[in-house]
C-alpha cells in the first residue's frame, strides 16, 4: 500500500529519548487525505494517486474543482498533490491518516523553500566577490565576468548571476519518523524540512532507505 500524505509544516521542537539526548523535531499536520483521483496508464499514460487535503469554504474553489471533489466523495478541498505509485492498492474516497506511517520510518518531504526575495550573485550562489582593497571601492560583492569577449560577445542563458533566489521545490530526504500523534493528527520527524511555518509539504515514504 502506497504510503504518503499532504500536511502543513507547524514549526520545530525538541524532544528528548530515554538517555535524555534531545533531538531537533519538525512538526507537520498531516492529513486526513482522501484519494481525490487514480490514475491509470491506460486512460492517463502513467499510474500515479491524487490526494486532498485541507478542508475550506466552498467559496474559495472554482465550479470545477467542486465538482470533481463531488464526483470524489470528499470535501471541499483547498490542496491536491499527485503520489506516482503503481502498487497502492487505494480507490476513490478513501481516508489516510498519519496511522499510515509508525515511529522509526524513514520519508521523504518535498516542499518549496523560504522566499529570499532579489538577491545577489554572492548571496544567491556563494560568489567570493572581490578584493576589500588595491583600488575596488564599489565592486566587493559585484559578480564580475561571465561571458566570453567577441564571441559569442554576450551571457550565455542560464548563467548564475543575480535573480530570485528561494521558493523552489526541494526534497529533504531519508529523514526519521520519531513522533505519530493520531489524535491531532501530528507527525514528527527528526530534523529539518523545507520551507516556512504553515507551508503545504508532501510526505512519502523514503526512496533511499
Known sequence: ?????????????????????????????????????????DRDGYSAVQLGFGETNQKRLTGGQLGHLKAAGAPSLRFLREFRSSEH?????????????????????????????????????????????HGTSDRNRAPGSRGSGTTPGR????????????????????LKVVLVNTERNLLGVHGAVPGAKGSVIMIKEARKQ
Open 155 to 174: 551571457v550565455y542563458k542560464g548563467s548564475r548571476g543575480p535573480g530570485h533566489m528561494g521558493m523552489v521545490r526541494v526534497t529533504a530526504q531519508n
Open 1 to 41: 500500500m502506497m504510503k504518503g500524505l499532504i500536511g502543513k509544516k507547524i514549526g520545530m521542537t525538541q524532544i528528548f529519548d530515554e538517555q535524555g539526548v534531545a533531538y531537533p523535531v519538525t512538526l507537520i499536520e498531516a492529513g486526513p487525505c482522501f484519494v481525490t483521483d487514480v490514475r491509470r496508464p
Open 89 to 133: 492498492g487505494l480507490n476513490i474516497g478513501d481516508k489516510i491518516t498519519v496511522e499510515a506511517f509508525a515511529v522509526g520510518e524513514r520519508v521523504d518531504v518535498i516542499g518549496a523553500s523560504k522566499g529570499k526575495g532579489f538577491a545577489g550573485a554572492v548571496k544567491r550562489y556563494h560568489f567570493h566577490g572581490m578584493n576589500a582593497t
